[in-house]
């Protein structure tokens, strides 16, 4: 499994071993619904070099409307309140985006609009260095699914998006 992010890489090893028990078609089929019905969240992290270009490529994005289309909206603004540990570059941003699932995700990612309107204006030369990932969100813990009126797998339901000033 050499090459595959430890994710993968331990993904496909539990379903090889569960293939020799027969529940492997249960285990990714679980896995794809979880695609398609849990929420989650694209990270975006790294150094940013041109900032005017940022800001004319986070225009870009929201005139393609995309987002609103798929259901996604920021969770915080791009740079930090404070810095409890490290010391990380002036330049340094993370912004989270709630999608509500992981193929909403994907969609986005793959989209026409994003991948030939919209990302290009970020590259050569590049105007950051950034690191994207996608992560599943977690259930609410019981203590917080009675206070927030929410038995979804996230707080972020009731919330409005919010405009992220330019990085």
Not at 2 to 21: F, N, P, Q
Not at 158 to 163: F, S, T
């Given at each position: 499994?050499?090459?595959?992010?430890?994710?993968?890489?331990?993904?496909?090893?539990?379903?090889?071993?569960?293939?020799?028990?027969?529940?492997?078609?249960?285990?990714?089929?679980?896995?794809?619904?979880d695609c398609r019905t849990q929420?989650?969240?694209?990270?975006?992290?790294?150094?940013?070099?041109?900032?005017?270009?940022?800001?004319?490529?986070?225009?870009?994005?929201?005139?393609?409307?995309?987002?609103?289309?798929?259901?996604?909206?920021?969770?915080?603004?791009?740079?930090?309140?404070?810095?409890?540990?490290?010391?990380?570059?002036?330049?340094?941003?993370?912004?989270?985006?709630?999608?509500?699932?992981?193929?909403?995700?994907?969609?986005?990612?793959?989209?026409?609009?994003?991948?030939?309107?919209?990302?290009?204006?970020?590259?050569?030369?590049?105007?950051?260095?950034?690191?994207?990932?996608?992560?599943?969100a977690v259930d609410l813990p019981?203590?917080?699914?009675?206070?927030?009126?929410?038995?979804?797998?996230?707080?972020?339901?009731?919330?409005?998006?919010?405009?992220?000033?330019?990085?």
């Open positions: 499994m050499k090459g595959l992010t430890g994710a993968t890489a331990s993904a496909r090893l539990v379903c090889a071993l569960l293939t020799t028990a027969g529940a492997a078609d249960v285990v990714l089929a679980d896995r794809e619904k929420h989650a969240y694209l990270v975006i992290s790294g150094t940013t070099f041109d900032r005017e270009r940022m800001a004319a490529y986070g225009q870009a994005l929201a005139e393609t409307g995309i987002y609103k289309e798929l259901g996604a909206y920021y969770l915080n603004a791009p740079r930090p309140v404070e810095i409890l540990e490290g010391d990380p570059p002036d330049n340094y941003v993370t912004l989270i985006v709630r999608f509500p699932s992981v193929e909403a995700v994907r969609t986005f990612w793959h989209s026409d609009a994003y991948q030939n309107r919209v990302k290009p204006l970020r590259l050569d030369p590049p105007a950051a260095d950034y690191t994207v990932s996608v992560y599943r019981t203590y917080l699914q009675t206070h927030s009126g929410n038995a979804g797998n996230d707080t972020a339901t009731n919330c409005k998006p919010m405009q992220v000033p330019a990085s």
